[in-house]
């Protein structure tokens, strides 16, 4: 669930209907250049994140950034993805520049399929755009007995624990495993203190950042809670070392290891514009162990959790995964809200695309 600071207010935000938006949005992509069926995928993911109100990974980011990268030719939308390497439950896929949000769920379906021959199944994708939410991906093995893993390095923007200089990027990690008979457990964190695109919010929503969560333009991490500064670096998830920002930074290096390195790619600071990696694990449950009791050990784990009593003053214990799908709820009855802004600028770039749309 967006976090209140990131959450546009009641009091002006336009509620629509998620078919409508999703209708709108595979509009945009088509007239961008994008394939039916790549159209179709890649407002898909979109809409994943914000119904399930990870705000920050939603539509809002057709703009700046896929519209521009589309229109100065950073994104390729007719890529032809490509299998480049290959063992029985591995693969590697160069994207040929392709969009992230059409190509990591094809990637995560092609590690299902060997998950499901070889017991796990892990895909690397070279060459790739910007994917989206790392949890929709990683979401996608649920509904096949596996639990799912996705990461992506992009965004350099994060500075190392003592640096200066970004030197890795976001570099978000998702795990999404089966519930049984409570809410789905998804995990989805940038390795960095926040998500970047949370502070572009922030900035448009005139909302306060948290100490420790960005630094000033030379590496000095921000202790105060403040408004987003012109210009300022991302810290690691952790703040400082004495937060354990060590972790979060290492974490975010393993990533690159992992989604990047592994690839063939080299390390992210050495990458062009807009060039990223992505990194998909199945896990078949059944592989392991015996998926019945596996998925009613899940939902005693998570209701337990669940049902952990709060510390004084707090409202109650929540795990990854049970926000979202209570706020997905909300959101497929009473429609997704948006900021006026976002609204304005798809009805205005439909117009200058001339293609149709069904927003308010």
Not at 98 to 118: H, Y
Not at 135 to 159: D, I, N
């Amino acid at each position: 669930m967006a976090e209140e600071r990131f959450t546009v207010p009641d009091e002006i935000a336009v509620r629509v209907d998620q078919a409508d938006m999703r209708f709108t949005v595979e509009r945009l992509f088509g007239a961008l250049g994008l394939s039916p069926d790549d159209a179709a995928q890649g407002a898909d993911t979109l809409l994943y994140a914000d119904i399930r109100g990870i705000d920050s990974h939603g539509v809002s980011n057709m703009f700046p950034a896929y519209v521009a990268w589309f229109r100065d030719g950073t994104i390729n939308p007719a890529a032809q993805p490509r299998v480049i390497r290959e063992a029985a439950a591995v693969a590697t896929i160069d994207d040929d520049g392709g969009l992230g949000l059409v190509t990591g769920p094809r990637a995560m379906d092609l590690a299902i399929a060997k998950a499901r021959e070889c017991g796990i199944g892990a895909v690397s994708v070279t060459n790739g755009r910007h994917y989206g939410a790392a949890s929709y991906h990683a979401h996608r093995a649920v509904p096949h007995g596996m639990v799912g893993v996705s990461m992506t390095v992009g965004g350099l923007q994060v500075l190392p624990t003592f640096g200066s200089k970004p030197m890795v990027g976001l570099n978000p990690i998702a795990v999404a495993v089966t519930g049984g008979t409570e809410a789905d457990f998804v995990f989805d964190a940038s390795m960095s203190s926040v998500a970047g695109n949370k502070i572009r919010i922030a900035r448009r929503l005139g909302a306060t950042v948290l100490p420790g969560w960005i630094a000033a333009a030379d590496g000095t991490p921000i202790l105060t809670e403040t408004l987003v500064p012109e210009t300022f670096h991302m810290l690691p998830s952790g703040g400082t070392k004495d937060g354990g920002s060590h972790k979060g930074y290492s974490l975010a290096v393993m990533v690159d290891i992992l989604a990047g390195v592994l690839g063939g790619d080299p390390p992210g600071f050495l990458r062009g514009r807009g060039d990223v990696s992505h990194h998909f694990i199945a896990y078949r449950i059944d592989a392991f162990c015996d998926p019945e009791e596996f998925t009613e050990h899940m939902a005693t784990f998570l209701a337990g959790l669940r049902d952990t009593p709060p510390a004084p003053g707090q409202r109650r214990v929540v795990y990854a995964g049970l926000p979202e799908a209570e706020t997905e709820a909300d959101r497929r009855a009473r429609g997704i809200p948006y900021h006026p802004d976002v609204i304005a600028y798809f009805t205005d770039l439909a117009a200058e695309l001339g293609t149709d749309h069904r927003l308010p």
